[in-house]
């Protein structure tokens, strides 16, 4: 007989932009668990000048994707050290490929994912973010100029170390980041769709106040349109609240 399954398994999907580092920060800050960042881990390869973050970095330069048995092999052996332990993937998957090596790694051991929150943006909101976006690469911490400043100006809030702008945050790389979005990381969304019972779709910028009732259910895939972080962040918490309701509170904050 199984005990009852509460472990946090959860994606955190979207365009590039859409504010998936940004939202996973902030639900950190409420609740214990585990991210792994896709985006992170490549460039903590890159820094350490590993083979994978040679070869990465040159895909990132110029907005391509990774292969997905490479992608597979780093974020899967991550998951499977987590354990039971709770955890939220950012950035992967990102193709249909690594949706299904996923879906069966995670299958076979009785662990599918249990809830895919996919960020949606529209498109001319996203561009005007990335160029205000200031990055601490060490930690992956995330800042706007207009919306999240930095405490200090140019500095980390945390460890007071210098801010950069990511090497592919520009509008010739993200053209390309948006157009790869489109081909490779909307059939995936389709597929999630599809593994859902029903898709439950949220306007964060019409519903202003999160309906726990909506969020209840056992259904895979949850959309939340918005224009900021901070409109989706109150639907995004009530959601993760109610399908998660053993997570711990954060430790430190
Ligand atoms: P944002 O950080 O704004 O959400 P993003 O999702 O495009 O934007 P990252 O997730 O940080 O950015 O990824 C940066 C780059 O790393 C991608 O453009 C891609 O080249 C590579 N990359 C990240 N995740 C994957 C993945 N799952 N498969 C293949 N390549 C990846
Ligand atoms: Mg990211």
């Known amino acids: 007989r199984r005990v009852s399954d509460d472990q946090m398994r959860m994606l955190i999907v979207g365009s590039p932009g859409s504010g998936k580092g940004t939202q996973s920060t902030r639900l950190l800050k409420h609740y214990d668990f585990s991210v792994l960042s896709a985006g992170d881990v490549l460039r903590s390869h890159i820094q350490r000048k590993t083979d994978i973050g040679q070869r990465a970095d040159a895909v990132i ?64 909101v996203i561009l005007d973010r990335i160029l205000q976006r200031w990055t601490h690469l060490p930690s992956g911490r995330v800042y706007n100029l207009s919306y999240n400043p930095p405490k200090v100006e140019g500095k980390d809030d945390i460890t007071g170390e210098p801010l950069s702008k990511r090497e592919d945050d520009n509008v010739e790389t993200f053209g390309k980041r948006l157009k790869s979005f489109h081909a490779q990381t909307e059939p995936m969304l389709e597929h999630y769709r599809q593994k859902s019972g029903s898709v439950i779709d949220i306007d964060c910028r019409t519903q202003t106040s999160p309906d726990a009732s909506k969020t209840s259910s056992q259904d895979l895939f949850v959309n939340l349109r918005g224009d900021t972080s901070n409109q989706i962040w109150p639907h995004l918490v009530a959601i993760v609240q109610s399908r998660f309701p053993a997570l711990k509170p954060a430790s430190s904050s």
């Open 61 to 124: 330069k110029q907005g391509g994707l990774m292969p997905d048995q490479v992608m597979m092999d780093l974020i899967g052996a991550e998951v499977k050290t987590l354990g039971s332990a709770d955890w939220l993937l950012d950035g992967f998957p990102r193709t249909l490929g690594q949706a299904q090596m996923l879906d069966e790694m995670l299958d076979a051991q009785a662990k599918p994912l249990r809830l895919v929150v996919n960020l949606d943006v529209p498109e001319d």
